[in-house]
């Protein structure tokens, strides 16, 4: 079946330094989401992207989505604080009765004050 | 409304006693998703709806889980004869068109098996 791999597991960084996160499917993507799950709170959509090498914003995220549809990144600027949380990735998964969006284990990213 | 809600937010339950977790979607959403997030903040795929109907049950360990959606009532993930392993925080998402677009989850219920 569809693996999604994403690495690295943990990051910590300094306030102020760049974090970035790697997922990787073992199968083409139509499209892959991103989200962020704050401690002991729920996944929350970041940003999906659908086109070969697409690249998005959002103030300091910039998420790209690889030329094959089978990579993407998350690059955080100058982290804060508030950037606290485990970011995951995740792709449609469909094929032999399956139907699913399938999540890479995640990013936990600690930010030292 | 316009935010998944999920019942209970906390469930004990000793080995081998029932569980039955609940999800409303938000309204308009055709599809439910349950996933399973254990220690290792992994998310275990269980089942999928789509309205009442099972989209894809691949992930459900059969034997003492079951999930319904019917028309009207909020959706439920519910376990039999509950084991250690089954402690996790489960969550239920809901979308519009399915997995290819955003899925928005509800706040999780938490299962301690005792």
Known sequence: GQQVMQIPQYQHVQEGEDFTTYCNSSTTLSNIQWYKQRPGGHPVFLIQLVKSGEVKKQKRLTFQFGEAKKNSSLHITATQTTDVGTYFCAGPHSGAGSYQLTFGKGTKLSVIP | ?114
């Not at chain 2, 998944?4 to 039955?20: I, W």
């Not at chain 2, 709806?49 to 034997?63: A, L, R, S």
Request: with cysteine; hydrophobic share 35%.
């Open chain 2, 1 to 114: 409304g316009e935010e998944v809600a999920q019942t209970p937010k906390h469930l004990v339950r000793g080995e081998g006693q029932k569980a039955k977790l609940y999800c409303a979607p938000i309204k308009g959403h055709s599809y439910v998703f349950w996933y399973q997030q254990v220690l290792k903040n992994e998310f275990k795929f269980l089942i999928s709806f789509q309205n009442e109907n099972v989209f894809d049950e691949t992930g459900m360990p059969k034997e003492r889980f079951s999930a319904k959606c019917l028309p009207n009532s909020p959706c439920s993930l519910e376990i039999q004869a509950t084991k250690l392993e089954d402690s996790a925080v489960y969550f239920c998402a809901s979308s519009q068109i399915g997995m290819n677009t955003e899925a928005f989850f509800g706040q999780g219920t938490r299962l301690t098996v005792v």
